[in-house]
């Protein structure tokens, strides 16, 4: 074969080469055609569902907050009952069954006002947290119990005395929740008993906490200072777990599961510990937040939390005691 019968076969093999590379289907049409269109589609049409669903239940959910269960439970006249002991006066308010005030009889502020440890801008502190089978998050601190038409609005406790207060938030299907507070003269403090009575419907994901959300007032006028000494703690499996709000917008926050002994925060003098009953309880939660005061001042304020279990029973419940005074008593 000469030379040029060799050049025309590779410039006809050359040229069969362009037109198939011409001709044949270009990647993006591969992919256009490869496109699994129903499936894609499917998932779309799927996530718009899921939006729609979502978008329903917040709605109603801001609908009517409070579910099928508590429903018309905020709505109700108010009533504040007053314990004082040699120690301290507290007030109780049946909004919430919680304590919005706690004032230290022996102690003074930096301008000799009593001292008093409830922050009264939350109009209170001490409740119930939980979720509903119906999905909502309960906060009984917006809620009204009911108390004994018979409970006097001021009472006093000498000598050895000690006192109940019976406080009973019904839920619609005939549950309730009941919370007694215990007083007793001499100590800094009260126990605090729950009990949950048929709820085995309406209390979801086998927990109910109780918190305490709003920190503790300061009492001195250099706030930095009170705050260098400001922290949360709980302590559980004999080790001490802290959180410390330290610098401006920090947000520590901690979540403990397994028995937890007891949560409590402090400021420069003074401090709240809430103690289960051995062996009851289920976890715990720490937040802490550091913001701004006046005059470049800081405030640390921290929320605790104690789990405690629920498994559906009959009347089921915890004990505990919170203690509200001087960090040191010695």
């Known amino acids: ?40 589609t499917a998932k779309q049409d799927s996530a718009k569902r899921v939006d729609t669903l979502r978008a329903r239940s917040k709605e109603s959910t801001q609908a009517n907050p409070l579910g099928k269960f508590f429903a018309g ?15 301290y006066i507290a007030e ?35 409740s119930l947290l939980f979720a509903t089978s119906d999905g909502r998050l309960i906060n009984t601190h917006d809620l009204y119990f009911d108390a004994a038409l018979t409970e006097p609005a001021h009472r006093l406790i000498n000598g050895d005395e000690e006192h109940a207060l019976n406080l009973v938030l019904p839920a619609t299907g ?30 979801a ?6 918190v305490w959300e709003s920190g503790l007032r300061y009492a001195e006028q250099n706030s930095i200072d009170e705050s260098s000494f400001a922290a949360a703690y709980a302590y559980a499996g004999k080790e001490l777990t802290e959180i410390d709000a330290a610098s401006l917008d920090s947000r520590p ?51 605790v939390a104690l789990k405690m279990p629920f498994k559906g029973g009959q009347e089921e419940g915890g004990s505990f005691r919170v203690f509200l005074g001087p960090a040191d008593l010695g």
Do not use: C
């Open 174 to 203: 005939g549950g309730q929740i009941t919370k007694t507070l215990r007083f007793k003269n001499g100590e800094y403090g009260l126990g605090v008993d729950i009990k949950l009575v048929k709820m085995a419907d309406v209390v």
């Open 253 to 303: 926050q901690k979540n403990l599961s397994g028995t937890v002994d007891w949560v409590a925060m402090r400021t420069k003098y003074f401090a709240l510990a809430i103690i289960a009953k051995e062996g009851t309880s289920d976890g715990a939660y720490l937040e802490g937040v550091h913001t701004e005061a006046a005059n470049k001042g800081a405030i640390e304020s921290y929320s």
């Open 1 to 40: 074969m000469d030379r040029q019968s060799i050049l025309g076969y590779i410039l006809i093999f050359l040229l069969l080469v362009v037109w198939m590379w011409v001709n044949s289907p270009k990647q993006t049409q591969l992919a256009e055609q490869s496109k699994p269109v129903p499936t894609q």
């Open 205 to 210: 994901n086998y927990e109910y906490q109780l």
């Open 73 to 87: 439970r905020d709505k109700r006249p108010d009533r504040t009952i007053t314990i004082e002991t040699d120690l």
């Open 92 to 126: 109780i308010s049946l909004k919430g069954g919680v304590i919005k005030r706690w004032e230290l009889k022996k102690y003074k502020t930096w301008d000799g006002h009593p001292v008093q440890l409830v922050d009264y801008k939350k109009a209170g502190d001490l």
